[in-house]
T-cell receptor, first 111, second 113 residues
Framework: DAKTTQPPSMDCAEGRAANLPCNHS???????VYWYRQIHSQGPQYIIH???NNETNEMASLIITEDRKSSTLILPHATLRDTAVYYC????????????FGTGTRLTVIP | ETGVTQTPRHLVMGMTNKKSLKCEQH?????MYWYKQSAKKPLELMFV???????ENNSVPSRFSPECPNSSHLFLHLHTLQPEDSALYLC????????????FGPGTRLTVT
């Protein structure tokens, strides 16, 4: 599986867009990009995933560069409840079931 | 109840005790997982069940014993644990074992004294 690199921490002002980057320069053609987040003392929460097209759902948008070597998770209007650790994971869509969460990015939304 | 539930939410046990963690999913999924999250370490996958059958055991010590009586319920039986086993134990489920869209429960915070 491709390795991912994320900044350890980021701050974002409440109401502004939070843009969380992820580098995955060794991603292969059949690997998807998944994003999860973990709010303090809770279980991880699935956010979104994509292959090469940009994706949007009710929680976030996922922008994947054309060469697929990096991606950005966008929370369009961050709230205090979005403070969490965000994990970028690269895996084949159908395969062995071990999701490697890594250390993620700790996003702090500031009032 | 919706989603994935876990009981108890907090557990303190001595090293000679026997206790069990329970997980229940109300999503109609066929795959269930146990993860361990120790302080300042990434989540570690412990066990995977697919249609009640164990498909993966990530070199977990025998003092942790999983049980999956049906696709909706998963247990983790604990005995003679060590203080280093203190951690957040998370249960998750997915529609199929190959699907990486997993839904997690709130976890059980375990402290071994």
């Amino acid at each position: 599986d491709a390795k991912t690199t994320q900044p350890p921490s980021m701050d974002c002002a409440e109401g502004r867009a939070a843009n969380l980057p992820c580098n995955h320069s060794t991603i292969s053609g059949n690997e998807y990009v998944y994003w999860y987040r973990q709010i303090h003392s809770q279980g991880p929460q699935y956010i979104i995933h994509g292959l090469k097209n940009n994706e949007t759902n009710e929680m976030a948008s996922l922008i994947i560069t054309e060469d697929r070597k990096s991606s950005t998770l966008i929370l369009p209007h961050a709230t205090l409840r979005d403070t969490a650790v965000y994990y970028c994971i690269v895996r084949v869509a159908f395969g062995a079931n071990n999701l490697f969460f890594g250390t993620g990015t700790r996003l702090t939304v500031i009032p | 109840e919706t989603g994935v539930t876990q009981t108890p939410r907090h557990l303190v046990m001595g090293m000679t005790n026997k206790k069990s963690l329970k997980c229940e999913q109300h999503l109609g999924h066929n795959a269930m997982y146990w993860y361990k999250q120790s302080a300042k370490k990434p989540l570690e996958l412990m066990f995977v069940y697919n249609f009640k059958e164990q498909t993966e055991n990530n070199s977990v010590p025998s003092r942790f014993s999983p049980e999956c009586p049906n696709s909706s319920h998963l247990f983790l039986h604990l005995h003679t644990l060590q203080p280093e086993d203190s951690a957040l134990y998370l249960c998750a489920s997915s529609q199929a074992v190959e699907i990486h869209e997993q839904y997690f429960g709130p976890g059980t915070r375990l402290t071994v004294t």
